[in-house]
């Protein structure tokens, strides 16, 4: 149980940074950390030995979160940044500042946004995305491939000045 | 390539996924070469990826938020919560009955604890600033000799351990044993590659009651402290106020993690 334990302990800095970068929001993002510890300390003992704590923990965050969904789904819509009266006309001249980044993310369906992250930013491979997601792994690679399209638009990858960008790359 | 667009596209981020076997990754190598489309395909989601990890790399090396002390605490104190539990709410009303029969007396007691806290902190950053220059003789007995824990533990009268930092960069050094008012106490001291130092003080402490971390700072030498007793801890370094807590973190759950291990049979060694 002591492994188990630090195992749990050592992935919290890696569901943090996901669960942030999936909800783009400090606060909902902790709830949702601190929901997911609770529920996976309660269920420490069904965790079969040789269960990867990461795929495991991850699968625990996900459902959550779904839960999460179905409910916030009964409140008011979320409201976005454009009623907010943030501009989204002008991307900053990198095109790749954290804002911007953040922004493009939640512009993407959620699906799109777990695979993009679950395989862009955590580095799982598509047959542990599928069982996190739950999901069959030719799902994974379209949603992967619709979200990282959608991306490559929002951040002005695609169709822009080419040029411009390739030179800014030289720079960094 | 021969495959349609549609799977090929599919490939191509399995290409930048680390997806493909080496047969399959030499033939999209060489379709790269003669389309720049799928060139600018891949280099654009190697990009993304990269912009991503920047992005949320500080989420990795940031302290933990105090509204997730208590279910990491939890997470390696399970077994024992309730009786630690118990044992608090007992404090608390002896606390209440105490402060309740000798009026405002209970405020001359919060200072008492205060003092004392205090006076354990000083001591501890005091013995940091003394030994963490040493060259020649910065441990009394290095790590690589196995008894230093078992020593330590032997003579502050308390299962005293030493947490694995390497993970974190921190190499342990070895220990020493120390007066603080006439009661033995153990340090152990830390060193990351840049030649940082970091010690942890431990102290018995069963006067005191259990506390949540506390930040001391003093001529730019900083402290985490706190109390779970039987034993007080002191973490202290020339680090910033976030590091200092970030390791203060991950020492407490690994102790934690290592007391419930015991208590509940475990295998901490």
């Not at chain 1, 510890?37 to 704590?53: F, H, K, S, V, Y």
């Not at chain 1, 839960?67 to 095109?95: F, I, M, W, Y």
Request: hydrophobic share 40%; no cysteine; aromatic share 6%.
């Amino acid at each position: 149980m002591t492994t188990r334990r630090e195992a749990v302990a050592a992935e919290i800095p890696r569901l943090r940074r996901y669960a942030r970068a999936l909800l783009g929001d400090d606060g909902e993002a902790d709830d949702l950390i601190q929901d997911t510890l609770e529920r996976a300390l309660a269920r420490l003992p069904q965790w079969r030995d040789g269960d990867n704590p990461r795929k495991w923990l991850f699968s625990i965050l996900h459902n959550l979160h779904v839960d999460g969904l179905r409910r916030k789904s009964r409140r008011p819509p979320h409201v976005g940044l454009e009623s907010l009266g943030v501009d989204q006309s002008s991307p900053s001249a990198d095109g790749a500042s954290g804002r911007d980044l953040d922004h493009a993310l939640q512009l993407l369906s959620g699906e799109q946004r777990q695979v993009v992250l679950l395989v862009g930013l955590e580095g799982l491979s598509y047959a542990e995305t599928a069982e996190v997601l739950d999901i069959p792994v030719g799902t994974v690679m379209s949603r992967l491939a619709r979200g990282r399209e959608r991306l490559r638009t929002l951040m002005d990858y695609e169709g822009g000045d080419r040029n411009g960008r390739a030179s800014l790359r030289r720079v960094k | 390539m021969m495959a349609p667009r549609r799977s090929s596209e599919s490939e191509l981020h399995a290409f930048v996924d680390g997806e493909l076997t080496a047969d399959e990754r030499a033939e999209v190598e060489a379709a790269l070469a003669s389309s720049p489309q799928a060139l600018e395909l891949v280099r654009d989601v190697r990009e993304i990826n990269d912009a991503l990890r920047q992005r949320y790399a500080g989420r990795l090396s940031e302290p933990l938020p105090p509204a997730l002390h208590k279910p990491l605490a939890r997470l390696g104190r399970r077994p024992v919560a309730p009786f630690a539990t118990l044992a608090r709410w007992a404090a608390a009303a002896a606390v209440v009955m105490a402060a309740g029969a000798a009026g405002y007396g209970a405020r001359g007691l919060l200072a008492e604890t205060r003092r004392s806290e205090a006076a354990f902190v000083t001591t501890a950053l005091g013995a940091h600033t003394v030994y963490v220059p040493e060259v020649r003789h910065p441990v009394e007995v290095k790590a690589d000799e196995a008894h230093l824990v078992r020593w330590l533990a032997k003579r502050v009268g308390a299962d005293v351990r030493a947490p694995a930092l390497g993970s974190l960069g921190w190499r342990l050094m070895g220990g020493r044993l120390l007066p603080d008012q006439g009661l033995p106490a153990a340090q152990f001291m830390y060193e990351d590659a840049s030649g940082r130092r970091l010690t942890l003080y431990v102290r018995k402490e069963t006067g005191l009651n259990n506390t949540s971390f506390r930040f001391h700072e003093k001529d730019g030498f900083g402290a985490f402290y706190w109390i779970d007793r039987p034993l007080a801890y002191a973490l202290s370094g020339r680090l910033s106020r976030d590091e200092l807590m970030n390791l203060a973190n991950v020492v407490y759950a690994q102790l934690e993690a290592q007391e419930a291990g015991k208590a509940s049979g475990g295998q901490a060694q």
